[in-house]
C-alpha cells in the first residue's frame, strides 16, 4: 500500500515539474505561438515517461495555455483578445460565489489581513511597482477564493487564472482601492447581496478596462509573475 501512495505521489510531482517548465517556456516565449509540441521530444528532454507529458499537456490545455489542433497534435495557443476576455468573464461568476460565501465564513482577522494587502496595493502603485502590484492583486483575489472554502473554485479558478495574467488593467489606483475596500466591508458586515454585486462591478469593470487596451495597435502581452 505505501509503495503505491509513494510511486503515486512520485509521478505527481514529475507531472507538476514539467507542467510548471512548459508553463514557463511558453510564457517567456521559448516556445512561441503555434509551436507544435512533441511529446517524445519532451519526454526526452525532461527525462520522464511519454505519459507524464501527456498529462502535463492535457492540465495546460485546461489553462488555455496549449490546444489540440485537428487531431495533429498539441500546440502553444495563439492567445487572442477573445481569449483573455472570455477568462475575466468566468471569473466575475466565480468570484460572485466566493464573495457570497466569503460572508458566512472569513474571519475578522482575515479581512484585516486583506485590508493591509489592498493597502500594499495602492502603495505598489503610487511607487510605480507595476508588477509587484499586480502580483498582489491577483494574490487578494485568489485569497478570496480560497477563503470561501470551495475547493471546486479553487479548482476552476486555476484553470483561467494564468490567461489573465497577460495584461493589467491598468485602473486609478485610488478607485481600486477603495473598490477594494468596499468588498471588504460588506464581507465583514455579512452583507451578501452587496459583497456579490461590488466584486462583479469590480472584476467587470478590470474587463472593460483590459479589453481598452487589448483594441491597442500598439499592445504587447506582458506576463506577470
Known amino acids: 500500500m505505501a509503495s503505491t501512495e509513494n510511486a503515486a505521489e512520485s509521478s505527481l510531482t514529475r507531472r507538476h515539474y514539467v507542467r ?33 507529458i501527456r498529462e502535463a499537456l492535457l492540465e495546460l490545455q485546461a489553462y488555455g495555455l496549449v490546444e489540440m489542433i485537428d487531431r495533429r497534435g498539441m500546440f502553444v495557443t495563439k492567445l487572442n483578445k477573445d481569449k483573455i476576455l472570455e477568462a475575466f468573464e468566468v471569473r466575475e461568476m ?14 475578522r482577522v482575515q479581512i484585516r489581513e486583506l485590508v493591509e494587502i489592498s493597502q500594499q496595493i495602492y502603495e505598489h502603485a503610487k511607487a510605480q511597482k507595476m508588477d ?41 489606483p485610488v478607485v481600486v482601492r477603495d473598490e ?3 468588498i471588504l466591508r460588506a464581507i465583514e458586515e455579512g452583507r451578501t ?13 478590470a474587463r472593460l478596462a483590459v479589453e481598452k487596451r487589448l483594441e ?4 504587447q502581452p506582458h506576463w506577470v509573475l
Open 94 to 107: 466565480h468570484e460572485a460565489l466566493a464573495t457570497r460565501l466569503c460572508c458566512e465564513r472569513v474571519t
Open 20 to 52: 510548471e517548465n512548459l508553463q514557463r517556456m511558453i510564457l517567456n516565449g521559448e516556445k512561441r505561438p503555434g509551436t507544435k509540441l512533441r511529446q517524445q521530444e519532451l519526454a526526452k528532454r525532461f527525462q520522464v515517461a511519454q505519459g507524464v
Open 216 to 219: 491597442r495597435s500598439d499592445f
Open 180 to 182: 477594494h475596500l468596499a
Open 132 to 172: 509587484d502590484m499586480a502580483s498582489l492583486d491577483r494574490d487578494l483575489h485568489a485569497r478570496l477564493v480560497r477563503l470561501s472554502g470551495n475547493s471546486m473554485l479553487g479548482r476552476l479558478a486555476d484553470n483561467y487564472a494564468i490567461l489573465g495574467k497577460f495584461v493589467r488593467a491598468e485602473r486609478d
Open 193 to 205: 447581496d452587496d459583497a456579490e454585486r461590488l466584486i462583479r462591478q469590480h472584476v467587470s469593470a
